[in-house]
């Protein structure tokens, strides 16, 4: 017996390939995908409260958060930082998504509709993106009021790369998790993996302090390229070769992952 896609998942509104014109099919996928991340306030509100207590925490608060830098203050820097960290967990949050329509059996209904894994991959980083469009937006807004200061403008591309990077890079990483596994074991991994991220990358504590040994790792983890590109924008280090190998390398990879998964995953499911 089929089952009706209407029952599986609330935003079953696609409709079958015999009544749709095939090239409809992406855009209102879109739209769903878009209403659907924008109305879940669980979700847009831990990812706003965390950056912002993070940089309230450590970049507000300490006396050292007023101290001067090449292009700004230690709390300008430390705002970019929980932005580009704010992004990147919201956007993970594409994972469990993914692992609820899993179970409800709505991957496998796409596979009967004209949608392609790149229309599929397309929508689910868009929405990402609008999600983290408004915590970065959110908390560099916080910073401004508590008195963060970044030059411009390179407080203009520290808010791109954060926004922009941080979210494609690990909205597609969101997806290949959620499709190498399942239910609750999505949890048990990107929790771990974002921290273990976190912290080769440098983003709450530098590499130089860990030792020459943690600092030659961190530089071929995820989030090392895009801090590494964030310092050079508010502190005006160097830019590395490698941090920009790295950025482009893992967020081909994740997406390689993703679409291959979804490939695989859709047909049995």
């Keep these: 017996m089929t ?5 599986t998942n609330p935003a079953t509104t ?3 390939t015999t009544s749709t014109p095939g090239r409809h099919v992406p855009r209102v996928y879109l739209r769903l995908e878009l209403v659907r991340a924008l109305r879940n306030p669980w979700t847009i509100g831990f990812s706003v409260l965390m950056p912002v207590a993070l940089y309230l925490l450590f ?3 300490p006396a050292y958060g007023a101290m001067e830098t090449p292009r700004g203050t230690v709390a300008g820097m430390i705002m970019a930082n929980m932005a580009l960290f704010g992004a990147m967990m919201a956007s993970t949050n594409v994972a469990g998504s993914v692992s609820d329509e899993r179970a409800s059996g709505w991957t496998r209904q796409l596979r009967l509709t004209p949608l392609s894994p790149v229309y599929y991959i397309g929508a689910k980083l868009l929405a990402a993106l609008a999600i983290g469009l408004f915590v970065v937006t959110i908390t560099f807004a916080v910073g401004v009021a508590t008195g963060a ?3 411009l403008p390179y407080a203009a591309w520290a808010f791109l790369l954060a926004w922009l990077g941080g979210t494609t890079m ?5 997806l290949a998790v959620g499709y190498l596994f399942r239910g609750e074991a999505v949890l048990g991994v990107v929790g771990p993996f974002m921290s273990l991220f976190a912290f080769f990358g440098g983003v709450f504590i530098p590499l130089e302090q860990l030792g020459s040994v943690m600092s030659t790792i961190g530089q071929y983890t995820p989030m090392y ?11 005006g280090a160097e ?15 994740f997406a390689v992952v993703a679409a291959w998964r979804y490939r695989r ?5």
């Design 3 to 7: 089952t009706n896609p209407a029952t």
């Design 14 to 16: 696609i409709p079958a």
């Design 59 to 61: 970049g507000a608060g």
């Design 149 to 151: 200061r970044l030059d």
């Design 170 to 174: 690990f909205a597609v990483f969101g």
């Design 225 to 235: 390229g895009l801090r590494s590109l964030l310092a050079s924008l508010t502190l």
């Design 239 to 253: 830019v590395e070769p490698v941090a920009v190998a790295g950025i482009v390398c893992w967020t081909a990879l």
């Design 265 to 269: 995953v859709a047909g049995r499911e």
